[in-house]
């Protein structure tokens, strides 16, 4: 190499250090701007904490998938390392190793380990997804949630009476968005329907969120979910938010969850009911 060339190769380095330093600096700032999602820990896996019976079935799957990936990752590892350093190449040898071909037992080996792994995802997964998708039809606190570009409206039925329902409007920040009242301890069904695109339904403290899709016809169980809440502090609220991007406003289709306990409740729907007529 030329010296010239050398140090041209090094002005360009140098250039571009301080490029990625900034480009670094930038993604780190500019990706941590959600600022309504929970804390996380590592004792829940870096979830968020639950407000739902049904978030811990979550949380449990989660892990769960964590111990198992990592472990089948722990083993391959040393198997790559251990093929590596024993089986590499050695200089005096330069003729093919033993070529080891319709070896059955082998064979046999490694079909049956990944389908008896894949076996054990598939059954945690489907018997979870059952548990989270089970509607007992038994909840007293029944929500219809719409979805519309860029906003919702919670109607709450308790008891035979119906709130006047929660509209909102695109916000930035989640405490100025619609706000969902619930009762700790309780059973909620969620009804959801939208009549423009494809929207999600988000409370990150449940664990989880489902899709709300157009055209879906009243009654269809696709379109319901159930909790159970639990007893958490009264007067605690909770971001909620839109998950699927479903146009310009899309980031600001926030709203809150308020969870308060039954008396409190009782009382904020003979409120709401009271001034619905
Ligand atoms: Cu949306």
Redesign the pocket.
């Known amino acids: 190499m030329s010296p010239t060339r050398r140090t041209t190769r090094r002005s360009l380095a140098r250039r571009r250090v301080p490029r990625a330093a900034a480009l670094a600096l930038l993604l780190a700032t500019a990706t941590a701007c959600a600022n309504d999602v929970p804390e996380a820990d590592w004792s829940r896996g870096l979830l968020p904490e639950h407000i739902t019976e049904q978030g811990g079935v979550v949380e449990s799957l989660w892990n769960g998938a964590w111990i198992a990936a990592l472990a089948t990752g722990a083993v391959v590892i040393v198997l790559i390392v251990w093929a590596s350093i024993f089986h590499r190449k050695r200089r005096a040898k330069a003729e093919l190793p033993p070529q080891v071909r319709y070896n059955l037992p082998i064979e046999i080996l490694y079909t049956v380990v990944p389908l008896v792994m894949v076996s054990v995802f598939f059954f945690f997964t489907a018997r979870d997804s059952n548990t989270l998708a089970h509607v007992s039809g038994e909840a007293k606190v029944k929500v219809k949630v719409e979805?519309f570009?860029?906003s919702w409206r919670f109607t709450t039925t308790y008891n035979g009476k119906t709130a006047q329902p929660v509209a909102g409007v695109p916000v930035h920040d989640y405490n100025q968005g619609p706000e969902l009242v619930l009762p700790v301890k309780s059973k909620v069904e969620f009804d959801l329907s939208t009549n423009d695109v494809i929207?999600?339904f988000w409370i990150p403290a449940f664990l989880f969120k489902r899709d709300v899709i157009p055209g879906i016809p009243e009654g269809n169980p696709g379109r319901k979910f159930e909790v159970t809440t639990l007893d958490v502090k009264p007067g605690t609220v909770y971001a909620g938010r839109?998950a699927?991007l479903?146009?310009v406003d899309?980031s600001r289709?926030l709203f809150k969850v308020k969870l308060v306990s039954q008396a409190e409740f009782d009382q904020y729907i003979a409120t709401q009911a009271g001034s619905a007529q």
């Open positions: 979805a570009q860029w929207h999600s839109c699927e479903c146009g899309h289709m």
